[in-house]
C-alpha cells in the first residue's frame, strides 16, 4: 500500500499550487483521507480532511478559505488546491488515509494523526515573499 503525493514546488506568496496524492496497492475509496503539513522545526500539523465519499471536508482555520481538498475515488485520488499561498505555508505536505472503510467519525477527529494509518512521504512546498 503506497500513497504518493506530488505536485509541490517553489512559489511566489499569492500564488497557487495543486497537490496531488495517487494511491496503490488498495482503494482507498471508502476511507476518510486528508493532508497535514510539517515546517522546520514543528510538529506536523492538520491542513485539510475529506469524508470518504467527498460531501464533508474540515479545514485548519489557516487556510479556510484559501484551500480546497477533494477527491477523485475513480482514480483513487486526493487532491489539494491551495491558492493565496502565503510564506507561513512553506512546509512538507503529506497526505494520508484512514484504516477503516466505511466508519463515521466525529468533526474534531478527522484532525488528529492517530486517525490515519497509512501515509505518503511528503511533497515540499515553498512559498517565497
Known amino acids: 500500500v503506497q500513497l504518493q503525493a506530488s505536485g509541490g514546488g517553489v512559489v511566489q506568496a499569492g500564488g497557487s499550487l495543486r497537490l496531488s496524492c495517487a494511491a496503490s496497492?488498495?482503494?482507498?475509496?471508502?476511507?476518510?483521507m486528508g493532508w497535514f503539513r510539517q515546517a522546520p522545526g514543528k510538529e506536523r500539523e492538520f491542513v485539510a480532511a475529506?469524508?470518504?465519499?467527498?460531501?464533508?471536508?474540515y479545514y485548519a482555520d489557516s487556510v479556510k478559505g484559501r484551500f480546497t481538498i477533494s477527491r477523485d475515488n475513480a482514480k483513487n485520488t486526493l487532491l489539494l488546491q491551495m491558492s493565496s499561498l502565503k510564506p507561513e505555508d512553506t512546509a512538507v505536505y503529506y497526505c494520508?488515509?484512514?484504516?477503516?472503510?466505511?466508519?463515521?467519525?466525529?468533526?474534531?477527529?478527522?484532525?488528529?494523526?492517530?486517525?490515519?494509518?497509512?501515509w505518503g512521504q511528503g511533497t515540499q512546498v515553498t512559498v517565497s515573499s
Open positions: 494520508a488515509a484512514d484504516g477503516n472503510p466505511g466508519r463515521q467519525y466525529l468533526e474534531s477527529h478527522y484532525s488528529r494523526l492517530g486517525l490515519y494509518d497509512y
Open positions: 496497492g488498495r482503494t482507498f475509496s471508502r476511507n476518510v
Open positions: 475529506i469524508s470518504w465519499s467527498g460531501s464533508i471536508s
